[in-house]
């Protein structure tokens, strides 16, 4: 696979990564609560992984051409991001008290981040128009080993930037409470947000 076609997609995929969404809300809560960062991205990138495997494996074409089941991937996935926003909301990520609190929720953080991104079904239909674009099918590696590659400069980009994204809101929020209950809520809207906009592009637009 020639070098150009990933520097090409690495050009595009750089672009949705840095544009604030789900992914940039849910890390920086993650960041705000404090040490569940890594696992909070790790679960994203997670869901990533899964998208990338499924368009890899041909399943995606299947189910973007399956009005049913791309509409209850929708509805189920706005369900999830409605409430992850609602909990948010009422319960605002705020700087932990004890380090042994936050190693306590680690690992909800990681099943919540696999959960946003992999049942987001915009990141799923990204990666279907995006991925097979920039394989070549006259190329040495199988066209899914070809999508496989790209979907892992797309996971290794978002680890940069995500990791960046909550550390920074760490080390920025974190000794301001006020603030921190503030950008956490304003995470939360945006999800509830974004939500109600996947249900509405689905049965109005």
């Known amino acids: ?12 995929s750089i672009l949705f990564i840095i544009t604030p969404g789900i992914d940039w809300a849910y890390t920086i809560a993650a960041g705000i609560q404090g040490r569940v960062v890594i696992p909070a991205v790790t679960g994203l990138l997670l ?22 089941i ?7 996935g706005a369900a999830y991001l409605f409430w992850v926003g609602i909990d948010m909301l009422r319960h605002p990520a705020t700087p932990a008290a004890q380090e042994i609190q936050e190693s ?3 690992k909800n953080w990681f099943l919540k981040g696999a959960c946003v991104s992999g049942l987001n079904p915009k990141v799923f239909l990204l990666f279907l128009a995006l991925l097979p ?25 978002c ?11 760490q080390a920025i929020l974190r000794t301001r409470p006020g603030a921190s209950k503030l950008v956490s809520q304003i995470s939360g809207v945006a999800m509830i947000f974004i939500a109600s906009g996947l249900v509405a592009e689905k049965f109005i637009f």
């Open 1 to 12: 696979m020639e070098s150009s076609l990933f520097a090409a997609f690495w050009m595009v």
């Open 133 to 157: 674009q920039f394989t070549d099918p006259k190329g040495v590696w199988p066209v899914s080993v070809q999508i496989m590659a790209l979907g892992l400069v797309h996971i290794i980009s």
């Open 70 to 76: 791309l509409t209850g991937l929708t509805l189920l």
């Open 47 to 68: 869901g990533h992984f899964l998208a990338t495997v499924i368009v890899a494996g041909g399943v995606g074409v299947i189910v973007a051409s399956n009005p049913i």
């Open 104 to 106: 306590r929720t680690g």
């Open 159 to 169: 680890a940069c930037v995500y990791l960046l994204v909550g550390y920074f809101s």
